[in-house]
């Protein structure tokens, strides 16, 4: 050998030679470097994944279990035949980790003490808040100038239905409500 020959090197059989990159000369390293790779991208987008179906399991549980019933107060507060009362009460909603409190209105009333009608106080046309109008006989809403009647029905204006109506339930003296 002269000394412009380089020297060669003879590695055993099935090694790879380390100053060979060739992909050709080694079919199996590519296979382990690809399927590598693969794990590494399949990792990721579970990891990315995961928080989003934790938040979507956690949403619909919130909203597709058993609805509670809600305390509004002494059932006997509310007056047989007196206009209609709004009481309030302060309910939580989970979403996922979140839990969040929120405060729903609601009229109140009563024919005799013991059968109770309760409606929502937001429109069902745009969402504003209405206020029971003693003049008028009904829950006026001064966004559109709707007028519900006592028993919840539109009597003029633009929402499209009655105001949302609630089960009524009176245990132990309490008064309390759950979407109908
Ligand atoms: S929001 Fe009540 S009438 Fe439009």
């Known amino acids: 050998m002269t000394s412009q020959e380089s020297e060669r090197v003879e590695m055993p059989e099935g090694e790879a030679d380390p100053g060979d990159t060739s992909e050709a000369t080694d079919p199996e390293r590519r296979r382990f470097l690809i399927r590598t790779i693969s794990a590494i991208g399949g990792g990721i987008t579970a990891a990315i ?14 909203t597709g279990g058993e ?52 409606l929502s106080n937001i429109c069902t046309h745009l969402g504003c808040r209405v206020r029971w109008v003693e003049d008028q ?10 007028i519900f009647a006592r028993s919840g029905e539109v009597v003029q204006g633009p929402p499209p239905r009655p105001l949302d109506r609630y089960e009524a339930m009176v245990e132990d003296g309490q008064l309390y409500f759950k979407e109908a």
């Open 49 to 62: 994944a995961a928080p989003a179906a934790i938040f979507v399991t956690g949403s619909s549980r919130a």
């Open 137 to 146: 006989e009904g829950f006026f809403c001064p966004c559109h100038n709707a």
């Open 67 to 118: 609805q509670e019933w809600i305390r509004l107060g002494t059932a006997s507060s509310i007056e047989p035949g007196a206009p209609p009362t709004l009481m309030k009460a302060t309910i939580e909603r989970r979403s996922g980790y979140r839990v969040e409190e929120q405060e729903i209105s609601v009229f109140v009333t009563t024919p005799n003490g013991t059968d109770f009608t309760i």
